[in-house]
């Protein structure tokens, strides 16, 4: 699976929109980009997914670049609730995967009032 | 809530102990991911069972072992505890085991282990 970068931590003022940049340069044809968080160790939920596509759910929306090497979790208007480590996953999809999920350290996200 | 049970939510013992860790999955939901998270590793991928049969292996020790039983539920047994293995203990559901279909994961709250 390919190897995500992600910046450490990151803040963001309550009520803007959180920009979350993660650098997945080796990502392959057959990869999905996944968007966990985890909120002060709780388990791990899911944020969003996308495979080659802009996509937006109730939570958030996920940019990917053209070439996908790279994409973008945008919050729209971040809470307080939002405080978390937000991990971005790549991870294969088809006959071999196995649906397993490799963390890397993520970013921490500090909403600010 | 995310529909997945974990017991217990902590676990004191000591060293050279073992214990068994509980998992029950959503309800329709065929695989189980383990994953152990700790301070200095991070989250880390421990085992995947699907349908009761091994799907996929991380790094998990020796000393650990995981099964799925019929009813879907999965327990993780950790044995010869060290300090080390101090840690929280997710447990995950999805409703397949990967494959051709996005793949979704529904994680639990843990179980905080604390080896003494």
């Known amino acids: 699976d390919a190897k995500t970068t992600q910046p450490t931590s990151m803040d963001c003022a309550e009520g803007r929109a959180a920009n979350l940049p993660c650098n997945h340069s080796?990502?392959?044809?057959?990869?999905?980009v996944y968007w966990y968080r985890q909120i002060h160790s709780q388990g791990p939920q899911y944020i969003i997914h996308?495979?080659?596509n802009n996509e937006t759910n109730e939570m958030a929306s996920l940019i990917i670049t053209e070439d996908r090497k790279s994409s973008t979790l945008i919050l729209p208007h971040a809470t307080l609730r939002d405080t978390a480590v937000y991990y971005c996953i790549v991870s294969r999809w088809g006959s071999s995967n196995t649906g397993k999920l490799i963390f890397g350290q993520g970013t921490t996200l500090q909403v600010k009032p | 809530d995310s529909g997945v049970t974990q017991t217990p939510k902590h676990l004191i013992t000591a060293t050279g102990q073992r214990v068994t860790l509980r998992c029950s999955p959503r309800s329709g939901d065929l695989s189980v991911y383990w994953y152990q998270q700790s301070l200095d590793q991070g989250l880390q991928f421990l085992i995947q069972?699907?349908?009761?049969?091994?799907?996929a292996k991380g790094n998990i020790l020796e000393r650990f072992s995981a099964q799925q039983f019929p009813d879907l539920h999965s327990e993780l047994n950790l044995s010869s505890l060290e300090l080390g293995d101090s840690a929280l203990y997710f447990c995950?559901?999805?409703?397949?085991?990967?494959?051709?279909?996005?793949?979704?994961?529904?994680f639990g709250p843990g179980t905080r282990l604390t080896v003494l």
């Open positions: 069972y699907y349908n009761g049969e091994e799907r």
């Open positions: 080796t990502i392959s044809g057959n990869e999905y």
């Open positions: 996308g495979l080659k």
């Open positions: 995950a559901s999805s409703p397949n085991g990967g494959g051709t279909a996005y793949n979704e994961q529904f």
